[in-house]
C-alpha cells in the first residue's frame, strides 16, 4: 500500500516537530503538503523535506489531492474551522491540543463527528502514549497501591513567549494533566479549584500557578505550574495510594558527579521529554489511518487510535470550571457530561488499542 500522504497546517514549535518525527521515524506515511499563516516559513521548511511541497493556504491544503490526512498544528484559535474543514472533506485528523480554547467549538466540532457517523479526529494529548504515564495507569489498574487516593503532579517550563497569559498556563499547560490524570484514575473531574501565591515583585503572569481538581469519589490531584521555572523542562507525578505510592521515575539518561557536585540534565522543553510518546503516538494514529483506509475498522470508530474529540471536549469543560476558578475565585464545579451513546459505540466498536 502506498504511504499516507500527511498534510501539515503550522509550522511552528509542534507542527515542524512533527514533520521531522515522521519523515524520520515514522513507517507508513511522508509529509506531502506543507501550509503556514507565513508562506515564506512553510516554504523553508518544505525544501528540507523532500516528498514535501509548500501549499499557500491551509484550506488549499485540506482540499489537496496530495493530502490524505491531516496534521493540525496551527495556533489554538485556527484549530475548529480547520478540523471542521477536515471533517467536511472526509479526510482524518491529528489535532494538536487544545482541540479547540472554546467549549462551544468542542461541541460544534462534536456535532460534526456525529453527522458525519464516524470519528475523524484524534487530539494531540501524547502523554497518553508515554510509557511512564502508560504504566502508571497499569499499575493503579492492577490494585498494586490500593485505591488512588491523591496525585502529586508538577509541570515546569524553562520560559514562555511573550504572548502567553495566565489562561494559556490552563489551556495549553495545564491541559494534559486535565486530560491524563482522569485516565489514569478512571475518574471523572467534579471540581476545579485555581490559586496563586503572591509573589515578591508581581509580575505580567500568576507563576507558578496551582489546580487542586476533585475526582468523583473524592481523589484529589495537586497540581503545579511554573511556566518561566528557568531552570528547565519538568514533569512529575505521583500518585498515592491506600498501600503505597507509584510515582513518574526522572528521565535522564545520565548523573554526572563531579566538583563535588551531583547532577543530572534537563531538556530545555516538551519535544526531548516526550519525544518517545509523540513518536508513538503518530506512528498509532498513521496505523489507524491505514487500517481505516483498508476498510479494516469498524466505520463509525474512524481512522482513531487515541485520544478522541470527546477528549478534547471534556478537557475544554474542565480547563473553563479552572478559568472560572481563577476569575471568581473559590471551587467551581465542573460541569457534569456523560459520554453520548454515538461516542461509546464508536469505541466499543473500535478494535484498536486502549487509550
Ligand atoms: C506546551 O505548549 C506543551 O504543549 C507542552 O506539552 C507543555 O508541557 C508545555 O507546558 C506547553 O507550554
Redesign the pocket.
Known amino acids: 500500500m502506498r504511504p499516507i500522504r500527511i498534510g501539515v497546517i503550522g509550522t511552528g ?2 507542527g515542524s516537530d512533527h514533520i521531522e518525527t515522521v519523515t524520520a521515524s515514522i513507517s507508513g506515511a511522508e509529509i506531502s503538503c506543507i501550509a503556514d499563516i507565513d508562506a515564506k516559513r512553510a516554504e523553508m521548511i518544505a525544501s528540507r523535506v523532500p516528498s514535501a511541497k509548500a501549499l499557500s493556504s491551509a484550506e488549499s491544503l485540506i482540499e489537496s489531492p496530495d493530502v490524505d490526512a491531516l496534521i493540525i498544528a496551527s495556533s489554538d484559535a485556527t484549530h475548529a474551522k480547520y478540523v471542521a474543514a477536515s471533517i467536511a472533506a472526509q479526510k482524518p485528523v491529528l489535532c ?2 487544545p482541540l479547540a480554547p472554546t467549549v462551544a467549538e468542542c461541541e460544534e466540532i462534536l456535532r460534526l463527528e456525529e453527522t458525519a457517523g464516524k470519528r475523524m479526529v484524534q487530539v494531540g494529548f ?2 497518553r502514549f508515554d510509557l511512564g504515564y502508560v504504566e502508571l495507569r497499569k499499575r493503579i489498574g492492577s490494585g498494586e497501591i490500593g485505591t488512588p487516593l491523591l496525585a502529586h503532579c508538577v ?1 515546569r ?1 524553562v520560559d ?1 513567549p511573550a504572548s502567553w497569559t495566565s489562561a ?2 490552563v489551556t ?2 495545564a ?2 494533566e486535565i486530560d491524563v490524570m482522569p485516565w489514569i484514575f478512571h475518574r471523572e473531574v467534579i471540581r476545579a479549584n485555581w490559586m496563586s501565591p503572591i509573589p515578591s515583585t508581581p509580575g505580567r503572569l500568576c507563576d507558578p500557578q496551582v489546580v487542586i481538581l476533585e475526582l468523583e469519589g473524592g481523589a484529589l490531584i495537586f497540581l503545579e ?1 511554573f ?1 518561566t521555572s528557568g531552570y528547565g ?1 519538568e ?1 512529575k507525578c505521583e500518585i498515592v495510594g491506600e498501600k503505597g505510592t507509584v510515582e513518574l521515575a526522572p528521565t535522564a539518561r545520565t548523573v554526572v558527579r563531579s566538583g563535588l557536585k551531583i547532577s543530572r540534565d534537563f531538556p530545555p ?2 519535544r526531548g ?2 519525544a518517545e510518546a509523540y513518536r508513538r503516538e503518530l506512528q498509532t494514529w498513521v496505523n489507524a489511518v491505514s487500517r481505516w483506509r483498508l476498510g479494516d475498522v469498524k466505520t463509525e470508530a474512524g481512522p482513531v487510535d487515541g485520544p478522541d474529540a470527546w477528549d478534547g471536549y471534556r478537557a475544554a469543560v474542565t480547563s473553563q470550571a479552572v478559568l472560572a476558578s481563577m476569575s471568581q475565585g473559590g471551587p467551581v464545579r465542573v460541569e457534569s457530561i456523560s459520554l453520548p451513546e454515538f461516542y461509546l459505540r464508536c469505541r466499543t466498536s473500535s478494535s484498536m488499542l486502549e487509550h
Do not use: A, P
Open positions: 514549535i509542534m494538536e491540543k501524547m502523554r509541570h517550563n514562555v494559556t498556563t495549553s499547560s491541559s494534559h505550574l511556566v523542562y514533569i522543553d516538551w521529554r516526550f
